[in-house]
């Protein structure tokens, strides 16, 4: 049979060139006025740092109405400023406009030296020791801690080791219960033959790792978002959006191996956490020692933390005062999106100062600081 016979409207096709052509003209010279991809511009202050760590106090424009300050923690796989990527969409500056006072800790960029810095570390020396600075510093007793993805995993072993310390508990698509199979990240983890990867690496390249990350969405994450760039990239507001995602995406830290190590196995490979047999350093981490108020919010449409993952932490602790935010949209969009901002920060910041008293406004006593981990190798 003889192939259909296709025909072209020559002019049509001659137009989308010259389209095209002119778009990526007017790319270019966008292109070339772009100096620099501002990212994280909220005003901030640094005010505690130890080995690469370094603590962060946001200043604001507004009167602070909820007292309590809250830590914002964050992955160590990709950098903080995700939640302060674009000035007129930044979850940082809509929570600071609700009148809250924020504070959050960049992990830094590990480097070979790093390679035996543990999960104990992070979670008993950096994070212990920055939020006794914000107790000391506020004369509060108790802060409000806020977690994102691995960085509310964090923060949920650390309100279930220091109860004492946190007066209110937020986590944002956190991976809890790792026994799922839902998403990629989550089947790739558990046959991971990671003794040999840390073993050989030492350090974990962040370049590997995001291959890794960019594999979950091949088209997504590699060739439709560029072919999307077309229709942006005469408009210099929507281009400089894009190039501040892609500095996010490629901006990614190396991993220590010590704690990548524990985390893969603990975590994703026998779900210690869920179990109850989780040890951080000599610490037992119980679930039931988490007390204090939780709010713990998933994304339906999130592919990297799947929400069956995040939702059962609310059966496996103590609070009486609990809630389970369900936001639609995916993983990055709680963060970046507009509905983001019109309704999560808000709803989050409500949700804090509703349970937001003076009671946790006491002198907090002064304690040695904890070894550093690098006086400790």
């Known amino acids: 049979m003889n192939a259909p016979f296709i025909t072209y409207d020559s002019k049509a096709v001659l137009k989308e060139i010259l389209d095209v052509n002119s778009k990526l003209i007017k790319g270019s ?200 760039m077309l229709d942006i990239v005469e408009d210099k507001d929507k281009l400089m959006n894009f190039l501040r995602m892609e500095k996010w995406i490629f901006d990614s830290p190396a991993q220590a191996g010590e704690t990548l190590r524990q985390f893969i196995k603990d975590m994703y490979q026998e779900n210690k956490l869920v179990k109850g047999t989780l040890m951080i350093g000599d610490k037992s981490v119980n679930l039931k020692n988490i007390t204090m108020p939780l709010l713990n919010i998933y994304a339906i449409s999130d592919h990297i933390v799947p929400p069956a993952s995040t939702k059962p932490l609310n059966d496996l602790v103590s609070s009486t005062d609990k809630e389970l935010y369900e936001f639609k949209g995916g993983h990055i969009g709680v963060f970046v999106g507009g509905k983001s901002q019109k309704e999560l920060a808000p709803a989050i910041s409500g949700w804090l100062h509703k349970r937001d008293d003076e009671t946790s406004a006491t002198p907090v006593a002064p304690k040695a600081k904890s070894a550093s981990p690098k006086a400790a190798k």
């Not at 979670?123 to 801690?145: A, E, F, P, Q």
């Not at 080791?161 to 839902?182: A, H, R």
């Not at 350090?203 to 790792?209: S, W, Y």
């Open 29 to 228: 010279e966008a292109l070339m006025d772009v100096n620099e991809v501002d990212v994280g511009t909220t005003p901030k202050d640094l005010v505690y740092e130890q080995d690469k760590l370094k603590l962060y106090h946001y200043k604001s424009t507004v009167p602070t109405t909820c007292k309590v300050p809250t830590l914002i923690i964050y992955a160590l796989v990709n950098r903080q400023y995700m939640l302060d990527l674009q000035p007129d969409r930044s979850f940082v500056k809509k929570l600071l406009e609700n009148g809250m006072d924020l504070y959050i800790l960049d992990w830094g960029y590990p480097t070979k030296a790093d390679r035996y810095v543990t999960l104990d570390d992070h979670i008993n020396v950096y994070m212990n020791d920055c939020v006794d600075h914000i107790r000391k510093s506020t004369g509060h007793s108790k802060i409000n801690l806020m977690g994102i993805c691995q960085g509310g995993t964090f923060c949920t072993m650390f309100s279930a080791i220091y109860p004492e310390k946190i007066k209110n508990l937020v986590t944002l698509v956190t991976p809890i219960d790792f026994s799922g199979k839902d998403g990629l990240l989550f089947r790739w983890s558990k046959d991971m033959n990671i003794d040999a990867l840390v073993d050989t690496y030492g350090v974990i390249p962040g370049d590997f790792l995001n291959s890794g990350f960019t594999m979950l969405m091949p088209f997504a994450l590699n060739i439709g978002k560029y072919t999307g």
